[in-house]
Each structure stands twice: as structure tokens, then as C-alpha cells.
């Protein structure tokens, strides 16, 4: 039995994510977590759950799970514009929450954005306090921490020997409206912005279905939608593409309005 202890305390060492230091108590930590395109992409052959998004979840989960006397947690998503997902708090299921709330957002986040709005919140905080940067780093990041009230520490998501390599894609921004140039009363334009993280152009098919809420009880499944319109388009790297897609969409029987689908 005290072989299998022993045992057993080895592997939680082992599983303890890397950079993620114990806090002192009464300390405070703020997390600032990268919400761009690349922290979605997974390295080549491996699963969704190697994402950099995904181990900066895992990262925030395991540091809740284990804050000493007094310390306390805020969370800042970079995006487009930095948001709190949680004010500083030790309450387990206020950070799990924002742990839960973690995707990705943008195309490029603003980092230095999101480490100020951090270091806002950390004025005044007690020694032993940071401020952690979960972030691939997949860009430069132009900023001086200089002047921070608090350290600021970037543990690495991935590789940084460039032997991760990885791409995603996906759309960034997207919306309906009812086509001006066109006298059917159900004929709208969807408009989408998709973008690309890799090295090298990609081609997408994207695709326009309707959701209807029948459709959410259905039971058949969103590869039963009908297909509303559909284009293809070749993304650049680091460079949205926005495209246009016209349909009819009629309302259901009750008269209410469908959602639409977006896929590539």
C-alpha cells in the first residue's frame, strides 16, 4: 500500500502543469489567456485536447484547484479587446465557469491590452503575486512589463523549437440580413469573415444551412439541414477573407424566423 502511495503522489507530480509555481498565501494571480485563431490549432496529428486553448484550460482549472489561505483569482480573455471573465476570487466554481468560457475569438488578440487591464486589477497586491500569460506566442508581442506592480511569467503552450507544427481555420465574424437587391420578402445576404493560421493559403468550402426549432428536437442531426447556398473560397495565412452568400429563408409555420448555420 505504501509503494502504490508513493506511486500515486508521483503521478499528480507529473500530471502538475508546467510553469504552474504554488502561490503564497494571500497572494493574488491574475491569468491573461491568448483567445486567437492559433491558440485553436492543435499540433499536427494530435487531438482538439493538445490545443493551446485547451492547456491553458487545463492550466486555470488545476491552479483553482489548488490556491492556498487567501489567495485569489481574476481571469482576462485577450481578444479583439481584453474581457474579464472572472474578478478576483478563490470560489472553485466562479474560475471553473471561466474556465468553461475560454474559446477562441479573434483572428489576432491583443495581449498588451489584456495585461494592462490585469495589471489594473493587481494594483497594490500583496508579494508572491503575478500575472500569468497563457499564449502560444504565434506573434510577436510588443510590450513592456516593465512598469507592471506585479511579475509577469508566459509558461510555453507549445514546443518552442517550431516541432509543433499546426494550423486552423474559422470564421471570425458573421451576420444576415435581408438582400436590398432582391423584391422576394425572404431572400437575405449572409456575410462571413473567415480566416487561416498556417503557413500556406488553404482552400474552404463554406456552407449556409437553416436551423429551424423544430430542428433542435428533431433528434436527426445538423448533417440533416437542408443546404442553403454554399461558396469556395482560398484563405491566406493571417489574412480574413470575407465572403457573401445569398438565399431564400423562409420562416417556419409558426412565422418565426430560422437561425443560420455556418460550416466549412
Known amino acids: 500500500m505504501l509503494q502504490a502511495l508513493i506511486i500515486i503522489l508521483g503521478a499528480l507530480a507529473l500530471a502538475r502543469p508546467s510553469g504552474a509555481a504554488r502561490l503564497p498565501e494571500g497572494a ?49 480573455a485577450a481578444g479583439t479587446s481584453p474581457a474579464l471573465l472572472s474578478p478576483l476570487t478563490s470560489d472553485r466554481a466562479t474560475l471553473t465557469r471561466a474556465a468553461d ?11 498588451a491590452a489584456a495585461i494592462d487591464l490585469a495589471a489594473e486589477r493587481l494594483v497594490g497586491a500583496p508579494a ?54 432582391s423584391d422576394e420578402p425572404d431572400r437575405v445576404e449572409v456575410f462571413a469573415s473567415v480566416a487561416h493560421y498556417g503557413d500556406a493559403p488553404r ?6 444551412s437553416a ?7 428533431s433528434g436527426d442531426g445538423l448533417e440533416a439541414l437542408p443546404l442553403l447556398a454554399s461558396q469556395r ?4 495565412p493571417d489574412s480574413p477573407t470575407q465572403l457573401v452568400l445569398r438565399a431564400n429563408l423562409p420562416p417556419d409555420a409558426a412565422g418565426r424566423a430560422p437561425f443560420v448555420l455556418l460550416r466549412r
Open 28 to 76: 493574488q494571480l491574475a491569468v491573461v489567456v491568448d483567445t486567437s485563431l492559433s491558440m485553436g490549432a492543435p499540433p499536427e496529428g494530435q487531438g482538439a485536447r493538445q490545443a493551446p486553448i485547451e492547456r491553458a484550460r487545463r492550466y486555470l482549472l488545476q491552479r483553482a484547484g489548488s490556491l492556498p489561505t487567501g489567495a485569489r483569482v481574476l481571469v482576462v
Open 101 to 111: 468560457a475560454l474559446a477562441v475569438t479573434c483572428p489576432v488578440a491583443d495581449l
Open 128 to 181: 508572491g503575486s503575478e500575472i500569468v500569460l497563457l499564449s502560444d506566442l504565434a506573434r510577436d508581442v510588443d510590450f513592456d512589463g516593465r512598469g507592471l506592480p506585479v511579475p509577469l511569467r508566459a509558461p510555453a503552450m507549445v514546443a518552442t523549437d517550431g516541432s509543433e507544427r499546426r494550423e486552423n481555420s474559422g470564421f471570425v465574424a458573421a451576420d444576415a440580413r435581408p438582400d436590398p437587391s
Open 203 to 208: 482552400e474552404l468550402y463554406v456552407t449556409a
Open 211 to 217: 436551423l429551424y426549432e423544430a430542428d433542435l428536437t
Open 233 to 236: 473560397v482560398v484563405v491566406a
